[in-house]
């Protein structure tokens, strides 16, 4: 028996070098990526200090409850299998989610009421709904895995960790050049290009923070204000929290893709984790992921956590458990401690848009690399898809700068004029459905299945009809149109059948 098979209970509080390494990145990237509502909100006139007070602290609580039942998982995993070398799921932060409810819930509501309490009442509610969606699709994951193509669950997977994600955020490395290509240069050698820091092999992304940090300060783009530490508890209750639920059931168009795409992560992530020789239970994984969310949303957080499909190089870097205990003990004690609205300035758009990009690139290629080849065109379609979500986030963001609405008759006849509005919105509304759709609907065909790929696009039409799909809301009738387009669908690719050879 090696020792990787011995019998003894797995630590789950020790520390290996993979541990320290992989904890540093998950305190940082889950610090960075938690204050991107603070900033994006912020030129709509919502405070930081409100945002930070309010928006954010919930998510501490969250992180704890879902990293911990990841690390519960893997001792268990360890225990049935008598192994000490099982690494655990790694939890965090969703930025595509983060920016969506963002961008598609939290500021419409704001611009329209001028109320950021309803916002953010409403935003922690989405949270609570993905949470919902998350529980009560678990009991279903290997329904979900055996109905849904790979090609398109991973496709979906792709769209919003690569696509989306890098569209929104990327250009925000040249707010600053000096800054944003140095962070972006670090990224490129020591990760991208697997060049080690030193002989020591210094964290990467410790160096592409502090280096352009330092560059940030020098130059006097980055203004740090020490503000003093000001304990407060992981969770700030928002009131009416029923009403809230009720008020944000017309953006399930938001929430409901959102949720559905990161019960597909959990499932990608449970299949890479299997690959590399950790099999964990889909529905364990989806039930703590929902646990985790549910907590977020519940203890006010609008910032939504997901399994990231990050166990195979976490275990190639050494990583087993323990990075899973502390990661969450040190943020937890970061945003206790008050500290947030001073390290959030730390991270300034430029250095967090080229962390991002190593994320986005990531995605990418396990995306790509997992798709087998004659499914290729799925993923290249998928991959543009998000481009109206991200036009249509640009517009609905920039209008009220302008003062100016989206909803001014006059307003909408310009800009269809000149960037084809209604078809923008029709493309950005729900994308990540017509993402899953589309991918599964074109999967089914190639492999000849046409009656599967028919019943895509039927529930594709329902979906259109009930306003899930090429609306900003939920709504009977939301999209006629588009249901007529997806049942003219379903009976071309149906009939098709009758011409394909035997």
Known sequence: MTPAEAPAVQRWWNLERGDVDTTIAQVGFNLAQMVIPAFLLLPAGISLEFSVGRLLPGYALGFVCGSLGMGHLAVRLGRRDKRKDVTAHVYGNNVPAIIAYSLSIILPVYLEKHDAVLAWRIGAAAVVWTGLIKLAAAPFAAVFRRFIPNAAAMTVFGAAMYSYLAMVLLQRIFDQPLVG??????????????????????????????????????????????????????????????????????????????????????????????????DYDARAVLAWDGVGTLACGLAGSVVTPVVYAMLPPYKAMGARIGFAVWAPAIFAAVVM???????????????????????????????????????????????????GAVVAAAMNSALPALHLSATNPDVQAALNKSIYWFSVQGLGNGFLFLVLVLASTITEAIDRRFTRAAVWCLMAAAFSWLGLMHSATVRWGAQPEYAEGWLAAAAIVYSARWFSPR
């Open 181 to 278: 290509l140095s962070a972006l240069a670090i990224v490129a050698v020591s990760v991208l290009a697997n060049v080690p820091i030193t002989r020591w092999r210094i964290p990467p992304f410790l160096v592409a923070w502090l280096v352009p940090l330092a560059l940030g300060v020098a130059i006097g783009y980055v203004h740090p204000q020490w503000r003093g530490v000001s304990p407060v508890l992981p969770f700030s209750r928002a009131p009416k929290p029923l009403e809230a639920m009720l008020l944000a059931v017309p953006y399930l168009s938001v929430i409901a893709p959102m949720a559905i795409y990161h019960v597909l992560q959990d499932i990608a992530a449970c299949a890479g984790g299997s690959a590399a020789g950790d």
């Open 337 to 387: 401690s008050g500290l947030s609205l001073s390290i959030a300035q730390l991270f300034p758009w430029p250095i967090l848009a080229a962390m991002v990009a190593y994320v986005s690139i990531g995605v990418g290629t396990t995306t790509l690399r997992r798709v087998d080849a004659k499914y290729t065109p799925v993923a290249l379609l998928g991959f543009v898809l998000p481009a």
